[in-house]
């Protein structure tokens, strides 16, 4: 494993306070507590593990992918970007990474300026939220393998915060069921660093079915009703 | 140590440390030009924001091109309260979801509804004014300054004539403190005199405006407190 360098920057960059507007996305905790499949802190342990191998995967391999394309400098941001999206069938996904995106470029702009952050939005517009992660790890000297922890931990982290705002679970529960995912979590950032400089279209493509359709559901079914997430 | 920073011992802070002392904020947001103005207006839930949102659009539509972002848990009622009530197009309204944290989404991590103004500026580039309303909290919730160039602290006589007494940042540091519903006062048993005099003495001299909207439906004293806010460049 490797040594975690400018260690600051991955605290903040993984920490729930980061202003980037991540705590108004529940990563489908919402529709899956309203359809009754997440009631328990069980559930809840069965969730977050489905969630960190599917989307956390995806999202860490292109976090750290980013990292590396922005150390390296030689990069098509839009075909990254694109491989992103082909990887994320629903659009409310889509759409919701995007949101994220943008709220990162945001406080990174402040917290971590960097020419290839500008290129970055420049090319692509709202750039998905794992890319602006991966350039601003760069930016802050640090390396594929920690955005790729960093995109694995939030990949989880949030649904689970909301799941104890949602569902009143007891948030001690809550947090040693997160925790249990540590080995979990390692493997993946191993892997995704491990694979970090291939070409984007190689880039590994988990799916998840569930959570794509509860995605879409929150985004149907709550036009009409409350929603207290964004997605 | 007194407000104006002086110092027994011969020098001065720029700001005072004395949490008794309701100093205003010295840090002004910075003035960007062509932004809209922002005016955040928070308060507990049931306090009356929504309606005094209504009240601004209608008392100040006419002339001010004004847009709302609404924090509040949102359904197509309270989209068909601004539609019915015939003051705002819906296009000109953005909801935001807080993710169960009202607070945090005006306080502590207001991604959410930097976006929501952005949204409304790309959609309405000549945007004057972007009031946004709050989800009901406590309070302790106010906006960041991040968020909110003004805001108001909307609080109503039916919540109970001490709730001014308790303070919080919401009371005491607002730009201006609405004490609502006054026209309950004599039915909840709130003793208006006395609920106007703390928020004077908590506020020192920030102003305290009391309001019925069943007796004034148009809340002409605050639209007139927002249109002198709209008056001043921002940062001055």
């Known amino acids: 494993m490797p040594t975690i360098r400018n260690g600051l920057a991955v605290l903040a960059l993984a920490d729930a306070r980061l202003p980037n507007g991540g705590h108004v996305h529940s990563g489908g905790v919402e529709q899956a507590a309203a359809s009754g499949l997440v009631t328990t802190v069980e559930d809840l342990r069965e969730f977050l593990y489905g969630r960190l191998r599917s989307a956390g995967f995806t999202s860490a391999v292109f976090a750290a992918a980013a990292t590396h394309a922005a150390a390296n400098g030689e990069v098509d941001w839009l075909v990254l970007d694109a491989e992103l999206d082909a990887r994320t069938p629903s659009p409310a996904q889509r759409e919701a990474s995007r949101a994220q995106g943008r709220g990162l470029v945001r406080a990174g702009r402040a917290a971590w300026p960097s020419p290839a952050l500008d290129t970055l939005v420049a090319v692509t517009g709202r750039p998905h939220h794992p890319l602006v992660l991966g350039v601003l790890a760069a930016a802050a000297g640090t390396e594929p393998w920690a955005a790729a922890l960093v995109a694995g931990y939030q990949s989880v982290s949030g649904p689970s915060s909301a799941a104890v705002r949602l569902l009143g679970l007891d948030p001690f529960a809550a947090n040693a069921v997160l925790v249990d995912l540590s080995g979990e979590l390692d493997r993946l950032a191993d892997t995704a660093a491990a694979l970090a400089h291939l070409p984007p279209g190689d880039l590994p493509a988990p799916g998840s079915p569930a959570l794509d359709l509860l995605a879409e559901a929150h985004h149907h079914h709550h036009r009409e009703e409350v929603r207290l997430f964004a997605s | ?236």
């Not at chain 2, 007194?2 to 110092?7: A, L, T």
């Not at chain 2, 207006?41 to 091109?65: E, F, Y």
């Not at chain 2, 909110?148 to 039916?158: K, N, P, T």
């Open chain 2, 1 to 236: 140590m007194p407000p104006d920073g002086h110092h027994p011992h011969g020098h001065r802070h720029p700001v005072s440390f004395d949490p008794t002392v309701t100093d205003h904020d010295r840090h002004e947001p910075t003035p960007l030009p062509g932004r809209p103005f922002r005016l955040g207006i928070g308060g507990p839930v049931g306090s009356g924001k929504t309606a005094l949102t209504a009240a601004l659009c209608r008392a100040l539509g006419p002339d001010v091109n004004l847009a709302v972002v609404t924090n509040d848990i949102y359904t197509t009622e309270d989209a068909d309260f601004l539609r019915a009530a015939g003051v705002l197009d819906p296009d000109r309204v953005e909801a935001v979801q807080t993710g169960a944290c009202p607070h945090t989404a005006i306080r502590d991590d207001i991604t959410a509804n930097l976006d929501a103004a952005e949204r409304l500026q790309e959609r309405h580039p000549d945007l004057e004014l972007i009031i946004i309303e709050s989800g009901g909290d406590n309070l302790t919730a106010v906006f960041s300054r991040g968020l909110a160039d003004r805001q108001i602290f909307v609080v109503d006589v039916a919540g109970g004539d001490k709730v001014p007494r308790k303070g919080g940042p919401g009371v005491t540091t607002a730009d201006l403190l609405v004490i609502n519903k006054v026209d309950l006062a004599e039915h909840v048993g709130a003793d208006m005199t006395v609920m106007v005099a703390d928020a004077h003495r908590m506020r020192g001299d920030r102003p305290v405006t009391t309001q019925s909207l069943t007796r004034t439906p148009d809340a002409p004293d605050v639209a007139g407190w927002v249109r002198q806010q709209l008056a001043v460049p921002l940062g001055v």
